[in-house]
């Protein structure tokens, strides 16, 4: 069995072990775009408008993330024209990303322990979508749902294993973030992949 550890050194591996090498120079220039859009966004929420915005392009970017971290994991070299491949399942994404909220928001009405059970459950969405794109939201909630049972506390001890890397990168003014979120991203696909069933049926 993997731990934060174990899905954390796969993670540099795939990325290459220099900060500035090209896969992980270039997630790094993907976050600094993704960064600029999000700042837009912010921008735009002065006139009402950004709130409608992020609600719509926050799915597809989700699923854009989870396609280029897959990429990078399975071998293949990251590249900013993939991260807007989210575009491509657009309607997908958006529902998907909109139930996802939904849901979150409900339980967390309840107790701020359900909702965060449901953030957990719900993480592996997707890149369930990233991999079978023919699915409905529901379904690949329910898929997530499955995928994460008796896997949230190990989710759980990776997340928190990346505190005092973005500690850091808050010390240099955020700078550093552009190499800690793609590290991230690529070490949650790595758990992606070592929980995802081979044969597993959707």
């Given at each position: 069995?993997?731990?934060?550890?174990?899905?954390?050194?796969?993670?540099?591996?795939?990325?290459?072990?220099?900060?500035?090498?090209?896969?992980?120079?270039?997630?790094?220039?993907?976050?600094?775009?993704?960064?600029?859009?999000?700042?837009?966004?912010?921008?735009?929420?002065?006139?009402?408008?950004?709130?409608?915005?992020?609600?719509?392009?926050?799915?597809?970017?989700?699923?854009?993330?989870?396609?280029?971290?897959?990429?990078?994991?399975?071998?293949?070299?990251?590249?900013?024209?993939?991260?807007?491949?989210?575009?491509?399942?657009?309607?997908?994404?958006?529902?998907?990303?909109?139930?996802?909220?939904?849901?979150?928001?409900?339980?967390?009405?309840?107790?701020?322990?359900p909702g965060i059970i449901?953030?957990?459950?719900?993480?592996?969405?997707?890149?369930?979508?990233?991999?079978?794109?023919?699915?409905?939201?529901?379904?690949?909630?329910?898929?997530?749902?499955?995928?994460?049972?008796?896997?949230?506390?190990?989710?759980?001890?990776?997340?928190?294993?990346?505190?005092?890397?973005?500690?850091?990168?808050?010390?240099?003014?955020?700078?550093?973030?552009?190499?800690?979120?793609?590290?991230?991203?690529?070490?949650?696909?790595?758990?992606?992949?070592?929980?995802?069933?081979?044969?597993?049926?959707?």
């Amino acid at each position: 069995m993997l731990y934060a550890e174990d899905f954390r050194r796969i993670a540099r591996r795939q990325l290459g072990y220099r900060w500035t090498g090209n896969k992980w120079g270039t997630f790094a220039l993907i976050t600094f775009v993704y960064t600029l859009i999000e700042a837009g966004i912010s921008f735009l929420s002065r006139f009402y408008i950004g709130t409608v915005v992020g609600l719509v392009v926050s799915g597809p970017f989700s699923l854009g993330f989870a396609i280029v971290a897959l990429n990078t994991v399975r071998g293949g070299s990251p590249q900013v024209s993939h991260f807007f491949d989210g575009f491509k399942n657009f309607g997908t994404a958006f529902v998907l990303n909109l139930l996802n909220s939904l849901f979150i928001f409900l339980w967390s009405l309840l107790l701020i322990i359900p909702g965060i059970i449901k953030i957990f459950e719900y993480s592996m969405s997707f890149y369930i979508l990233r991999d079978h794109p023919e699915m409905s939201a529901g379904d690949i909630r329910r898929a997530s749902i499955a995928m994460m049972y008796g896997n949230k506390w190990r989710l759980l001890c990776l997340e928190f294993s990346f505190i005092g890397w973005y500690l850091l990168g808050i010390l240099t003014f955020g700078i550093l973030l552009f190499w800690v979120i793609p590290y991230y991203q690529t070490a949650i696909a790595v758990f992606y992949e070592s929980i995802k069933p081979n044969n597993y049926r959707y």
